[in-house]
């Protein structure tokens, strides 16, 4: 069954599969799974806990442990398959308003311009807009005057809506893309290129949402989640969902146990 089936081209249930393969695990930068636990081993070793908070870590190693089980299924799931999927449903929104607000003649003249001009063109709009605002911010604008620069507002925004559209896809396509191709080292260039921008634009972005939501794990742990973000993403696509759940799972469940020895010796 396909999710969308012209627009998604994944089937709904496409990623559940499982196989594994030494040689194709050791093709990948597997060895970045052990930054995390590293990082967290160093900070055990450079500072000391307070007798309650080695208490609650000692009392508390089993919801742990099943905490670490439950992110390894859901945030896989999220991630790795419905936002991702849903987020190729967004951006395929997102190039179709592109193709069919550029169809409009005003906004495909514009959009025609040398770069140079192009850029001129949408300063000279907003300030243009901006001066429709304050006329119909005056109390003395009168009720004609006022309906013109209303639509000379509805006009920019429109304008300024297609711009921000056409950046995003250029942003994607000309500099993320490439760029997240490079730093992978062209482990997800099937997934990038393979598709359309939409695919490799929702893969990318899809991770991003992973990142921000352990934003609350510091700077090191914001560009860590990344990494593992992408990584899980190799591991998806090369043995299956279930795979990357399993890894997710165990990748926190050996961080949890770090904090836990940590906490134990710590308390003799």
């Keep these: 069954m396909h999710f969308f089936?012209?627009?998604?081209?994944?089937?709904?249930?496409?990623?559940?599969?499982?196989?594994?393969?030494?040689?194709?695990?050791?093709?990948?930068?597997?060895?970045?799974?052990?930054?995390?636990?590293?990082?967290?081993?160093?900070?055990?070793?450079?500072?000391?806990?307070?007798?309650?908070?080695?208490?609650?870590?000692?009392?508390?190693?089993?919801?742990?442990?099943w905490t670490s089980i439950k992110a390894g299924i859901f945030e896989e799931a999220a991630f790795r398959w419905l936002i991702f999927f849903s987020l190729i449903i967004g951006f395929t929104l997102d190039?179709?308003?592109?193709?069919?607000?550029?169809?409009?003649?005003?906004?495909?003249?514009?959009?025609?311009?040398?770069?140079?001009s192009l850029i001129l063109a949408v300063v000279g709009i907003n300030v243009l807009g901006l001066v429709a605002y304050a006329v119909i911010e005056s109390k003395s604008t009168g009720l004609f005057?006022?309906?013109?620069?209303?639509?000379?507002?509805?006009?920019?925004?429109?304008?300024?809506?297609?711009?921000?559209?056409?950046?995003?896809?250029?942003?994607?396509?000309?500099?993320?893309?490439?760029?997240?191709n490079w730093l992978t080292l062209g482990k997800l260039s099937g997934q990038l290129f393979g598709y359309s921008w939409m695919v490799g634009a929702a893969l990318i972005s899809a991770n991003g949402k992973f990142q921000d939501g352990h934003s609350y794990q510091g700077c090191i742990g914001w560009v860590n989640s990344w990494v593992i973000g992408m990584l899980m993403f190799c591991f998806v696509f090369s043995f299956g969902l279930p795979f990357a759940m399993l890894i997710h799972a165990l990748y926190d469940i050996l961080i949890k146990v770090i904090v836990y020895v940590d906490a134990m010796i710590e308390s003799l």
């Excluded at 499982?18 to 050791?26: H, K, L, T």
């Excluded at 967290?40 to 190693?61: D, M, S």
């Excluded at 607000?101 to 514009?110: C, E, F, H, K």
Aim: proline share 5%.
């Design 145 to 180: 005057i006022s309906t013109i620069c209303l639509v000379i507002l509805v006009i920019v925004g429109i304008f300024d809506f297609t711009a921000l559209l056409i950046f995003t896809k250029f942003w994607y396509v000309k500099v993320m893309i490439p760029a997240i």
């Design 5 to 65: 089936p012209a627009v998604v081209p994944f089937k709904l249930g496409e990623l559940f599969f499982f196989r594994f393969s030494w040689e194709a695990f050791s093709n990948l930068p597997w060895t970045l799974l052990l930054l995390g636990p590293a990082l967290t081993l160093i900070a055990t070793l450079l500072t000391r806990n307070g007798h309650k908070e080695n208490r609650e870590i000692k009392t508390q190693l089993g919801y742990n442990l």
């Design 95 to 116: 190039n179709w308003l592109i193709g069919w607000l550029s169809s409009i003649g005003w906004i495909g003249s514009l959009l025609s311009l040398p770069w140079f």
